[in-house]
């Protein structure tokens, strides 16, 4: 089962998914790490350790592997309006997490 979840992964980051599972399947989990580490990075400041900036380096790595994964699969939906709408979220999301970062 492992492998089968890799084999998926890879085609996801390669763009071959499609898009739904890319934004869905793959992106409530990562939304989920996320959020575990935003509560880590917060905790970790609020003892004014380093390690809080490690923790916030693999947010932003975790954040671009969903981004560019999800750019990736945007094409492949059955109407294109949706590669249009999702590239459009994405777009947004980098511009405000610059800002916020």
């Known amino acids: 089962m492992r492998i089968r979840r890799i084999a998926l992964l890879r085609k996801a980051l390669g763009g071959e998914e499609r898009l739904w599972i890319a934004w869905w399947a793959w992106g409530l989990p990562a939304l989920t790490i ?11 400041r609020s003892t004014a350790d380093l390690g809080a ?3 916030a380096v693999c947010k932003l790595l975790l954040f671009c592997l969903w981004t ?4 990736r699969c945007a094409g492949n939906v059955d109407t ?4 249009l709408a999702a590239r459009a979220a ?3 999301a980098v511009v405000l997490t610059a800002i916020t970062f």
């Open 90 to 92: 994405l777009v947004l």
């Open 53 to 55: 900036d490690l923790v």
């Open 34 to 44: 996320y959020v575990g580490l935003y509560v880590l990075e917060d905790e970790l």
């Open 68 to 71: 560019s994964m999800a750019w």
């Open 80 to 83: 294109p309006a949706w590669t």
